[in-house]
């Protein structure tokens, strides 16, 4: 265990450490911030560093074996009505209490937090059950997404403007560092029982489709609740004056936090708890290092997440009201592509999803492959998002071709890329896009002038779906390597 331990904590050291020089340097040269504020912003690093490392450890030990068990249980039932029930309870459940989707809410002002909740923790729970029928009734993926997303766009004709942003952003949040490595590993569970010729493809999209869900009740949501009654409030900077203050502020917040992440953790527990009763029965040496890894899985996310939130969320408004000030905020352009590719590094699902695929593909398509692709369609995003802040443009003419070119791949790439594609885009739009690049976004268009509650928001939506256009690139870059391999193969022999 404690070479694992130092092993996690050198990856996160390496997933961390470019973010923050890039702070760093901003510091020094075009945005100096008070020594207050980079005291919060390293001790934060820290924190994110002990915590990510820690709950990467918990989640192999205890949420990924957790999933795989409920997902092989639940399809050897065979019995619809309580894998129906059982995965929408689920989805609700873990999204209700997403860490990720409680920072959005604080963000959107005009619609109350708990009805925006309930209708997100909703959508999840509805598509989380139709991702399941899809692997078992063997409906093709892609077509899926054709029609899902050709149903979000009808719907967003109808709802009111500035709303389409936030309820892509909606989408995007809820794949956070609980519900990825629990919904990837439910769909694996799946996968495994059912088998069959596609079982490596089916293996992914749950989490792709589940994130359709909030945008589609969000865009509802839309419909009856006015954008105008939104009052944005650029957030505070906050700064520390002393060590002891340090510490009160990291115990208010590391108490918040646990709160926040034993509400996600006890329905997943609950329900683990209903099937090892009922069905699992596993011996008491597995239960035992799967409690083990619940209590990593809890102390990681929570000094994670207190250390993304007091040590992030002040730097990423600060830097953007600075930089959006400046005679030169052209910067902004290559600033944000540069903290996009490193940025998502230090998103813990990527990791988790990386990791997955290199398993399921036993090595084919690798974890450093796999990070280049989301990296690169983070660091596209980031430069469209500004954009959109710079210019105010309206966020139809990103989304809409954005989506039909990443649609129109589906039938090129090789199914098991367009499942991990946009798997990849859910995971990257997490923590830390919603943490850090939102309000940093905010800051920006705020010093631009914008308006931050139409123009910022969307940022997430970008860094979720150029994902989906340059992980599928890389599918069809792969497959026309493969053929070329095979015609070889031929010629030789």
Sequence with gaps: MRRNLLEKLKEALSAVLPISIIVIFLHMTIAPMPIGTIMLFLSGNLFLIIGMAIFSLGVDAAMMPIGELIGSALTKTKRLPIIIISCFILGVAVTGAEPDLQVLTKQVSSIPDMVLIIAVAGGVGIFLVLALLRMIFDFNLAYMFIILYTLVFIAAIFAKDGYMAVAFDAGGVTTGPITVPFILALGSGVSTVKGGKDKEEDSFGLCSICSVGPVLSVLILGMFF?????????????????????????GKKIIEFAKEVGIVLVPILVIFTYFQVTKLKLHKHQLIKIVIGVIYTFLGL??????????????????????????????????????????????PAVHVLNKQVEDITAGAISKNMMMVGISLGVA?????????????????????????????????????????????????????????????????????????????????????????VSIQIMGVIYNIKLKRLNKLELEEE
């Design 226 to 250: 006015n954008p105008e009654t939104s009052d944005f409030a650029e957030e505070t900077v906050i700064a520390v004056s002393g060590f002891g203050e340090l510490l009160t502020l990291y």
């Design 302 to 347: 929570i000094i994670f997440l207190t250390g993304v939130n007091v040590g992030f969320m002040p730097i990423g408004t600060y830097l953007g009201s600075k930089i959006g000030a400046l005679s030169y905020s052209w910067i902004l352009f290559p600033l944000s592509a540069v903290m996009g590719f490193f940025i998502v590094a230090a998103e």
């Design 380 to 468: 596209k995003g980031l430069m469209l998002a500004m954009i959109r802040i710079i210019f105010s443009v309206n966020i139809w003419y990103f989304l809409l071709p954005g989506y039909l070119i990443a649609l129109g791949l589906t039938f090129f790439t090789p199914k098991i890329f367009t499942a991990i594609a946009f798997d990849s885009g859910g995971v990257a739009s997490g923590t830390m896009a919603a943490a850090f690049l939102l309000p940093f976004a905010m800051g920006a268009s705020a010093s631009l002038g914008g308006n931050p509650d139409i123009d910022a928001f969307g940022i997430i939506s970008m860094v979720a779906m150029m994902p989906l």
